[in-house]
């Protein structure tokens, strides 16, 4: 039996995993898309077997340690904990503090947390982009004994991860130890290859491999406006790049600090933007956003904490256009909207107005810079197989393991 008070993660996530009731069917369990198994970990430092509850997240989520910080958990596994509709209970377990406590103390003490099976196959399988979705099929494959190769068109695996989430929210360091493990395993890694996807290529890699996995991600960013000549060699920023430019520090501060950022958009990624702005020492920070503050996508939590930070939102307002001097955007020509349902318009009688700003971040979203041909939809299903962002639009990291893992259980029967 383990030591409870050996370790500070481990004495912080038995403290939370106390107030378990210890379901026998945990509706936390079904609400994780990732099939993590929270319900079975938590029972398992209950009864303080610690490394049965790190085998437990490892081998169902290869990014447990990621998920542990980025998870909106809020709306997926502890929306169904039963403390929620106990009358004496405060709140849910906070699930996601667990997990994260329980991989920390796992990077601080590592052990081999899986066992990886003996090669079940001699042919390779291709798993094109090495995020979250293509880190999860390659990791699913490769610890049951199938050899992988991963061909990612940036310099590191990681691709969200690494590229787009801020160092505060989730260090580098983390994501280079959960990195590290795929080492042990029979993959290897193809960096700095672009896939074009063109009929000639897809039928070089089916040749070479048995089943293939793209997930190349969204990494091609939407725009405002149509005018290319706004976005060439102006102070007007892509989300991609102002986010990555800022985590490799390849982002003159002095840009940034004592200036005036205005952030487009009402996402996730909008939200990071302007809290790195803030973090960068922007004299203001604002986030303009075309509907109200409940139709926000981002999660509750982000749009709070970024508010406690000084950020200001102005919502139902809508860029109509930029207003450059020199190249340079000096200021936003703004005007109110109004809603009905999810339509949005102009507001009746609507005064424009201009709002000052030395930088500004579009985080409008992104798409994909590669397209379904014929020959993908003809193979796919059946040697390809595709997932995360690239297949459904933005989503979670969740919900890219979930794709990655499904797709190596289908690749594996090829």
Known sequence: MYDMTRNKHIIHAFSEAKKCLLC????????????????????????????????????????????????????LCEKNCVLNNQEDSAQHIDIKYIQKEIMEYYYDNKFNAFDKQ??????????????PAGLA???????????????????????????????????LKKLKAELDELKSLEITIFNNYDFKGDKKEIEAFLKKYRALFISVGLWKPKTLFDDASHYKDTNIFNSIDFLRRAKDSSLNADLIRNKNVTIIGGGSVAIDCATVAKDMGAKNSTIIYRRNFRQMPCERNEIFDALGQDIDVLWKTLPISYNFDNNNVQSLTLVQTELS?????????????????????????NTASLEFNKILEKERDKTIFTGGDFSNGAGLIVHAIRDGKAAAHKMAEV
């Open 24 to 75: 026998y069917d945990p509706p936390c369990s079904k609400d994780c898309p990732a099939n993590t198994n929270p319900g079975k970990f938590i029972r398992q430092l209950f009864f303080q077997n610690v490394k049965g509850s790190v085998r437990t997240i490892k081998n169902n989520n290869v990014l447990g340690l990621a998920c542990g910080y980025l998870c909106p958990s809020e709306i």
């Open 137 to 171: 099929c390659a990791f699913e494959l490769a610890k049951n004994g199938h050899a992988v190769d991963i061909y990612e068109k940036k310099e590191e695996l990681g691709g969200v991860l690494r590229y787009g989430v801020p160092e505060n929210r989730y260090a």
């Open 118 to 131: 003996e090669s079940v196959n001699q042919k390779k399988c291709a798993i094109i982009g090495g995020g």
């Open 341 to 365: 349902g999810k339509q949005v318009t102009v507001k009746e009688n609507a005064t424009n107005w201009n709002f000052d700003a030395d930088i500004v971040v579009e985080a409008v979203g």
